[in-house]
């Protein structure tokens, strides 16, 4: 089959003639064969291809004449989408491939109708826009095939009915519910079961391998291939999924769950209300009790306090005392079995949570605004992620733009566990000589200097300049980010874009229409998002990402590591660092007509040692220091 995908991508094949723009790719046509291999040998390939390489194309051709059973992971549900409803039909058209496909995403994602009948039931509503977002959710249900949220776009990501309208696993009545041959998520599981190839996203995909219970389980035995795309999130993805976690939103939905299931059994409310009542107040007494703390820390640092230990201990018992509550009423109804499970693993979940005394794994909390999180999160991933794809007996093909450290993939394969994996490292096929430019402005002082972030607004006005706008600023804090959106209000002529002012495709959409705005862009500004063109013709990265040294996951993974010998910082925090600034730095160039420059700020690229590693990871930009070469860069017509 390698020989025939290369020649399908290649100048006289079917995507040279119909794909309008489609431009055959050496790179591109290269990865197709090593997919098609790993695909036949069922091996581990990690294949990092440089943007426009055209891998999307590039392992959905193999998948699709192999003939062998693929599930497809995405990094993101939008990228999901656009592979799904884009890509996919695109190549199937052109393969002419008869072969079934179905989209999967997290029950989350799916209305459940026995949910939306008790929210209209209860018709307890905060605001009357949640009562006409709820006629809106009601008018969709009739009409929808899917029940896929994405639908209705016209309703917030983030509504607080979306959460009371669609299930959880633990909410979940499955085949006693009354609507279940009507259900949403049935279906959808129906089809991935009987497709040859599934859409899935890496969050599903690890809450399935990690037996999370998503309900989707049926899926993936049989799969013969598995290609995560946008592979470079496995590791911490991977992580949050293997962690046990209880969360204040868990307990106080199983308090209003158990209300709702006991309204419809006769008697049942009136012995269960006051071992439910107990569970809200005692949430917000612990959360109370954990403000004197630090928002993120080590489980150690809270454990001994005597308030603490006191809430700790008063919500195990109130759970214990509801779930012996409902073990009398477990038979009456489906939905009572269901919160009685539910309560029994919870406290089951808190007391092994609170026992922090496992070598295995790092206990530690994080707190928001009005909730927390208790969690317990394997300090080694490899041994799982090892196990879990022996037992697959599948091809496990990962790729994205960056994986690799200075050409080498120690780093990533050490994390997954993968042991000599067959690997591949495309350069972009973008002329990065004429295109792009890094400018490392001279002078600035260490990062750690008060004045910082006031010294990089200053270095980057004469770039800013030059570009007439048309940036992005990334930076590595929001403390930064907030110094100089103040620092460069009303003081620069273009429009400002800055990050939490206005939700992310709002702004986003805004900076894109603008032509000439800079946008402010901290963490999740530094990957999956794409602007070609003019709109955006410089980057800025104020600091090298490393992660923050309080995370008590991080901070335990690096004791391991020194206690086995190893330089922690070079085996760990360097390598998460140039795979962040390489998302970062992946912004610039997005499209073979882009233009700009990458102004990378931290001294430390030149006077540290380990700064030669960041920038031999980056892509092959010519460097300077001096700013009229910047500027002269700026002057010159694309067509000079």
């Given amino acids: 089959m390698s020989d025939a995908v290369a020649e399908l991508l290649g100048e006289e094949g079917p995507f040279a003639r119909e794909v309008p723009g489609f431009v055959p790719r050496e790179v591109q046509q290269t990865m197709a064969e090593a997919v098609a291999e790993a695909i036949d040998q069922r091996h581990a390939l990690i294949a990092e291809a440089g943007t426009g390489t055209g891998k999307t194309f590039a392992y959905l051709v193999p998948a699709l004449l192999s003939g062998k059973r693929i599930i497809i992971s995405t990094g993101t549900k939008a990228l999901q989408d656009q592979l799904f409803h884009r890509d996919l039909p695109r190549v199937r058209s052109v393969l002419g491939a008869r072969l079934s496909t179905a989209l999967l995403k997290g029950r989350a994602n799916y209305l459940c109708l026995h949910r939306l009948d008790q929210a209209r039931s209860d018709g307890r509503f905060a605001t009357r826009e949640q009562v006409a977002q709820l006629h809106t959710i009601h008018a969709w249900s009739s009409t929808t095939q ?16 979306w959460p009371r309208v669609t299930s959880t696993t633990e909410n979940c009545l499955g085949s006693e519910c009354p609507m279940f041959s009507d259900c949403f998520v049935v279906k959808a599981r129906r089809a991935a079961q009987e497709a040859d190839l599934v859409v899935v996203n890496h969050h599903l995909l690890f809450a399935d391998l990690a037996i999370k219970q998503e309900g989707f389980g049926e899926i993936l035995p049989g799969a013969q291939a598995f290609i995560l795309d946008e592979a470079h999130q496995i590791p911490e993805l991977a992580g949050q999924f293997f962690s046990i976690t209880l969360t204040a939103r868990q307990l106080t939905e199983l308090a209003s769950d158990t209300l709702a299931e006991a309204a419809a059994v006769s008697g049942a409310l009136g012995t269960l209300q006051a071992a439910v009542e107990a569970i809200a107040p005692g949430v917000r007494r612990l959360r109370l009790a954990l403000d004197r703390f630090p928002t993120k820390a080590a489980f150690v640092v809270v454990e001994t306090d005597p308030e603490v230990e006191r809430e700790l201990e008063a919500m195990r018992v109130a759970l214990d005392e509801l779930a012996t509550a409902l073990a009398a009423h477990a038979e009456r109804s489906r939905g009572l079995d269901a919160v009685h499970e539910r309560a029994v693993q919870m406290c089951a979940r808190l007391v092994h949570l609170c026992d922090s005394g496992s070598r295995d794994s790092v206990h530690w909390y994080e707190l928001t605004a009005q909730g927390f999180a208790l969690h317990a999160t394997p300090l080694d991933l490899s041994q799982p992620l090892r196990e879990l794809r022996e037992q ?23 994390q997954l566990g993968l042991e000599d994996p067959a690997s591949l490292c495309l350069d972009s096929p973008f002329d990065y000589a004429t295109q792009a430019l890094a400018y490392l402005p001279p002078g600035l002082p260490e990062p750690s200097a008060r004045d910082y972030t006031e010294r990089v607004v200053e270095a980057v006005m004469p770039v800013l300049e030059a570009s007439d706008g048309r940036a992005f600023l990334l930076f590595t804090s929001h403390r930064a980010l907030r110094r100089a959106a103040e620092l460069l209000d009303g003081r620069v002529p273009w429009p400002l874009f800055v990050q939490g002012t206005v939700p992310r495709h709002q702004l986003l959409s805004g900076f894109r229409e603008s032509g000439n705005g800079i946008l402010l862009g901290a963490a999740s500004f530094w990957e999956g998002v794409d602007v070609a063109g003019e709109a955006l013709s410089v980057v800025v990265i104020d600091k090298l990402p490393f992660a923050a040294p309080d995370d008590p996951v991080l901070v335990a993974r690096l004791e391991v590591l020194r206690e086995s010998g190893l330089n922690p910082f070079m085996e760990w925090q360097i390598p998460n660092a140039v795979i962040a600034l390489k998302q970062g730095a992946g912004r610039l160039i997005r499209d073979i007509s882009d233009r700009g420059v990458l102004v990378l700020c931290d001294p430390r690229l030149s006077t540290k040692a380990y700064g030669r590693t960041f920038l031999a990871s980056l892509p092959t930009f010519p460097r300077t220091s001096d700013l009229p070469t910047v500027k002269a860069f700026f002057a010159k017509e694309p067509s000079d």
């Fill in 392 to 414: 697959s007996h599948a091809a496990w093909i990962f790729t994205s733009a960056t994986l690799s450290i200075a050409g080498r993939f120690d780093h990533f394969a050490r």
């Fill in 146 to 161: 899917s029940g896929d949220r994405a639908e209705l776009a016209e309703l917030p990501e983030d509504s607080p009915l």
